[in-house]
């Protein structure tokens, strides 16, 4: 399976994405675990170039960017995992672009759809994770750390990216599991355990490395 966490920064995705991959991983499973951008040596070198050049590069070249990095992680990492009968757990996936570049950015969804698509050699998730927490708790959690260019860019953005996310979930009910970030974190990670072990279930793939 392949899991996604999904979320305006500071929604506490990679926190859960952590625990999740930890309980994977103590419950004996075979586990690949992802962030973007990055993952690979031209990935880390590309999220670099993304979150930290001054001036930031404009919309088209960072949706362009995301992309490259996105292409190289699926062929060197992804794909890989997935003929080994990994479970795949990735800290975003092209769901962040949509949500960031297209829908908050107003570029052409269709055109930055297809381009994800064509990027990630179309591999989709299986499941995704959407954490879902007000966009004043999400900057309040950021704090007073350094941003990179997209935290910088404030908190209108980021309302824009969660109606993002909010239009990804209706427009993917299949795979979107929407839960509120205002429990705490071992609760949070509790809901996400328990969402996941259903549709591991559903799907046949619950703790079918007993077998190998």
């Keep these: 399976m392949f899991i996604t966490f999904e979320g305006i920064d500071g929604c506490g995705k990679t926190t859960q994405h952590r625990l999740f991959v930890e309980w994977l991983r103590n419950e004996g499973a075979p586990v690949v675990a992802i962030k973007e951008p990055g993952g690979t040596p031209g990935g880390e070198e590309i999220r670099t170039l993304l979150l930290d050049t001054k001036p930031p590069f404009n919309t088209r070249a960072m949706t362009l960017l995301f992309n490259a990095a996105r292409a190289q992680l699926t062929k060197d990492v992804i794909l890989p995992a997935i003929d080994n009968g990994n479970f795949l757990v990735a800290d975003r996936f092209y769901d962040s ?3 960031y570049q297209a829908y908050a950015d107003n570029q052409d969804r269709q055109f930055v759809y297809d381009l994800c698509k064509y990027a ?5 998730p299986d499941l995704t994770f ?4 007000p966009v004043e708790t ?4 950021i704090g007073t750390r350094a941003k990179d260019n997209i935290e910088s860019r404030g908190a209108p953005y980021l309302m824009k990216v969660q109606e993002g996310f909010l239009q990804l ?6 795979r979107f599991v ?4 205002f429990s705490s974190v071992q609760e949070v990670h509790e809901t996400v355990k328990l969402l996941f072990k259903q549709a591991a279930i559903a799907r046949g793939a619950w703790q079918r490395w007993e077998f190998y």
């Excluded at 990630?120 to 989709?124: I, N, P």
């Excluded at 999400?138 to 959690?141: E, F, G, Q, T, V």
């Excluded at 979930?169 to 299949?174: T, V």
Aim: glycine residues 8%; negative net charge.
């Design 138 to 141: 999400a900057l309040d959690r």
């Design 120 to 124: 990630c050699y179309g591999v989709e």
């Design 178 to 181: 929407h839960i509120k970030g």
């Design 130 to 133: 959407f954490l879902d927490v």
């Design 97 to 99: 672009t949509l949500a």
């Design 169 to 174: 979930r209706d427009m993917f009910p299949d």
